[in-house]
């Protein structure tokens, strides 16, 4: 008993430096899963972020017609990084509809302008309603989502050209 | 010019320290070789030179000197002169020198006016203090360099985070790390008396004042962050059980049961091994806490220098000194005798009482703390709470509290509960009738309810030590352990109070409408913008009426600070003497309603008041030791001279 408590603290000091050393080794994962993978995305309706687009509803994620969902903002510098490869996925066929977060449409009009709209439809989500509900917790996020509204991949950050074939095999096996 | 001195004395300072260590070892064999008299003035002049390094920061940052890199990174020519102040320590580098600072002067001064202690042992312990410091030094020197030079200056500085633009803030941090800071030296007597096997009353007596120095700062400094949390964040609470709160609470708790188990040594020759154990475990958790902040390792709010590679420095630098004290513990402790004995009802048995259940609590809070670091090594994402802690914790709180009341009755070494049975009565009939009392007035929360029931009692059983006594005649450290034992019961009440009694309303109101939360009428008399010398902010002007009485204006904030661009909230309180009204605004709604968050907190105030208190006991237990201290000393030389002038 005597020497367990003269020796216990130093073997749970060890227990937790080992512990606290795995750790530190391991890749910090900063990122928050959603929980709706592979659940459908509950109604909304949003208005038009910009003239030249019509807005986004529920309704237009279940034509029946696999899509990328990008959440972005023009406000969002990783956003201006990821623009051209959206480009690149929109010019493979992918179609992409973005959801705008608490933005103004001046600024929209003006990121669109700069980097490129490779967006069939843009909703204003000015109270992060719709980013809430597909569960992310930032931006940019894309989102794989099947012809019947149903979210069946999460991409977390922006999309880099590494992305891009993986993205378009996921829409292929929904069935685009 | 000015920063190359700073890093110059730094370097100094470090290499001073290894002729510390280096002197202090070798003292272990010749007490007065060359080199271990060289020990104290090195101890000294160390803490000089680090004190001259960190006065030299605040200068650069005074003057905004934007070359360099740490100033320019955390500094903006705009910015108050006491924010810039607050920002030489307000970022990682900054305040790893203030730590060593705070290290380094806290040896100097043991060296320069300690000298009950054996020679050796003082040898010993300024070794070990140089040995934990040059471990900091490294790590300031090699990879987290405060003087560094921008090769070009910059234009202007980077700001400060404006949640730090806070007077509270500014010195709440530094407030820690005294605290912190000062449990090194607790550590380095407890090694030094390890090595030198010699732990006695007088050993007792020379760590006591820093032990009671550092819990005083701890004390404020977790005061003052709870403060700080509860108007700043606006979120209406005052304790988020978050991990680095938690790494304050800690070494405070740890730094509770050395404090009192010091006392049992002082006065009566027990508790040797556990003393010296709690001596070791006090500063572990401070740099346990500086750890876990620093490393990222875990996610809180507070986490900045979140850095793996700093995290890794730090871990090694913690496998070294907490390892390597509490191998030398494992060594050494069975070979130091345990003291006196004593019996269970005595006030050594109610100090042990206190000990252990301060240690479980402790334990409980370090369980809670590190659970998902354990968790998810296992890949399985958990957050600890309230839930867990405040239940769990009070399990061992409220029983402590209990024996706190009646503890200090007792006699040292044997006593029987017979001679104090009236106050163990009357506390329990205070209590009894306490939770009655607010069953009835409607509050069923079983915590809250017995929170306030021992708080009452309490806080009249902190005063039954000074019955039928001359209170001109009650020694002053007597008098800081009831003002100290008073303030836990304050603080008590405050958060029992605050737990059952607190009414919350959200509402969302237009210009000329009002609301109601608790007592107060809340009206919404005007938004306007304001400017500030850094932001702008929405301000709402509300009327506040308490029961129908005049109305005070209010003026809580949504600000938004440009450099770094952040939005914060300025919370209000109205204070009256029975609770605090708490206003928050938020965005507008969109229809011209502004959103309104108002809670009506009974009492709540007594928690930081209780926090205070228990402070202020401290330091008047410090001034009564130090006085004794004094005495005796003078009367040890008086004795030594008359002895002299005998022999002469």
Excluded at chain 2, 147 to 171: H, K, S, T, V, Y
Excluded at chain 2, 363 to 374: A, D, E, F
Excluded at chain 2, 396 to 424: E, H, N, Y
Excluded at chain 2, 547 to 576: H, Y
Aim: charged share 15%.
């Amino acid at each position: 008993m005597n020497k367990l408590w003269i020796w216990g603290p130093l073997g749970l000091f060890l227990m937790f430096s080992g512990l606290a050393a795995y750790q530190l080794t391991q890749p910090k994962d900063e990122f928050v899963q959603s929980t709706m993978i592979g659940k459908p995305i509950p109604d909304f309706d949003l208005r038009p972020a910009h003239q030249d687009r019509p807005g986004l509803a529920i309704a237009d994620l279940k034509d029946g017609k696999p899509k990328l969902l990008n959440i972005w903002a023009s406000w969002c510098v990783p956003c201006i990084a990821e623009a051209p490869h959206l480009e690149a996925l929109n010019r493979a066929g992918a179609e992409i509809v973005g959801v705008a977060i608490r933005d103004r449409p001046a600024d929209v009009a003006r990121f669109l302008a700069q980097h490129g709209n490779p967006y069939t439809r843009i909703g204003a989500d000015d109270l992060s309603e719709v980013q809430l509900s597909v569960g992310s917790s930032g931006v940019p996020e894309t989102f794989v989502v099947d012809g019947n509204g149903i979210i069946l991949h999460q991409h977390i950050g922006d999309v880099r050209a590494e992305h891009v074939p993986m993205l378009l095999q996921k829409l292929a096996e929904a069935g685009a | 010019m000015a920063a190359e001195l700073g890093l110059a004395a730094l370097w100094l300072a470090a290499a001073l320290s290894v002729l510390q260590l280096i002197g202090g070892a070798l003292a272990q064999r010749d007490t007065n070789s060359d080199l271990a008299k060289l020990v104290r003035p090195a101890a000294v002049m160390q803490g000089l030179l680090a004190g001259f390094a960190f006065l030299v920061l605040l200068y650069l940052f005074a003057v905004t000197d934007l070359s360099v890199k740490l100033v320019a990174a955390n500094s903006h020519s705009d910015k108050p002169m006491i924010f810039k102040l607050a920002g030489a320590w307000g970022n990682h580098e900054g305040s790893m020198l203030l730590w060593i600072t705070v290290m380094a002067l806290a040896g100097g001064l043991i060296g320069f006016v300690e000298r009950r202690l054996p020679e050796q042992t003082m040898q010993a312990t300024l070794a070990a203090q140089a040995f934990v410091g040059l471990g900091f030094y490294a790590f300031l020197l090699l990879s987290s360099n405060p003087f560094e030079r921008l090769p070009e200056p910059a234009m202007e500085g980077m700001g400060l985070n404006p949640l730090l633009q806070d007077i509270g803030l500014a010195f709440h941090p530094p407030t820690l790390y005294f605290g912190y800071v000062g449990l090194s030296v607790a550590f380095s007597f407890a090694v030094g008396a390890l090595l030198t096997r010699q732990v006695n009353p007088d050993f007792a007596r020379a760590m006591r004042p820093w032990v009671l120095g550092a819990w005083i700062f701890l004390t404020l400094g977790i005061t003052a962050g709870s403060y700080w949390a509860y108007y700043e964040l606006g979120w209406g609470g005052w304790w988020f059980w978050d991990p680095v709160e938690n790494a304050s609470l800690m070494p405070w708790l740890a730094a509770t049961a050395l404090l009192h188990s010091v006392s049992v040594l002082a006065a009566r020759d027990a508790l040797r091994t556990w003393t010296i154990m709690l001596g070791v475990v006090a500063f572990s958790m401070s740099m346990l806490g500086t750890f876990l902040v620093r490393s990222g390792i875990l996610t809180s709010v507070h986490a900045f220098a979140a850095d793996p590679e700093r995290g890794t420095f730090i871990l090694g630098l913690l496998i070294l000194y907490i390892g390597g004290a509490l191998l030398l513990f494992g060594l050494r402790a069975s070979s130091i005798s345990e003291g006196d004995r004593f019996s269970v009802t005595s006030r050594e048995g109610a100090l042990v009482f206190n000990n252990v259940m301060l240690s479980a609590i402790l334990g409980i809070v370090l369980l809670g703390t590190l659970y998902p670091l354990l968790t998810e090594a296992f890949d399985v994402r958990v957050s600890v709470g309230p839930p867990y802690f405040n239940p769990v914790g009070a399990v061992f709180t409220i029983p402590m509290l209990m024996v706190m009341a009646v503890g200090p009755l007792l006699r040292w070494r044997q006593d029987s509960f017979t001679r104090v049975k009236w106050p163990i009565i009357i506390s329990a009939v205070v209590m009894v009738a306490v939770l009655a009392l607010v069953v009835i007035l409607g509050s069923y929360s079983i915590l809250a309810d017995l929170g306030l029931a021992v708080a009452v009692a309490l806080g009249i059983g902190s005063f039954m030590p000074l019955r039928g006594r001359n209170l001109l005649r009650v020694p002053i450290a007597t008098w800081g352990m009831v003002v100290a034992h008073f303030g836990i019961a304050v603080a008590l009440f405050g958060m029992a109070s605050e737990s059952a009694f607190s009414e919350e309303k959200l509402a969302a109101i237009s210009v000329g409408e009002s609301t109601q939360v608790g007592p107060w009428q809340v009206t919404l008399d005007a938004v306007e913008p304001v400017a500030g010398p850094n932001w702008t902010a929405i301000q709402a002007n509300l009327g506040a009426s308490y029961d129908g009485g005049t109305s005070i204006e209010l003026t809580p904030q949504s600000r938004n600070f440009w450099a770094p661009p952040q939005e914060t909230t300025e919370s209000v309180l109205a204070t009256r003497w029975n609770g605090q009204l708490y206003a928050v605004v938020g965005n507008e709604a969109g229809d011209g309603r502004w959103q309104l968050r108002l809670w009506w907190k009974p009492f709540v105030t007594l928690i930081w008041y209780g926090g205070i208190l228990v402070a202020l006991g401290g330091l008047l237990a410090l001034i009564g030791r130090v006085k004794t201290d004094l005495k005796r000393r003078y009367v040890v030389k008086r004795a030594g001279d008359r002895r002299a002038e005998a022999a002469s």
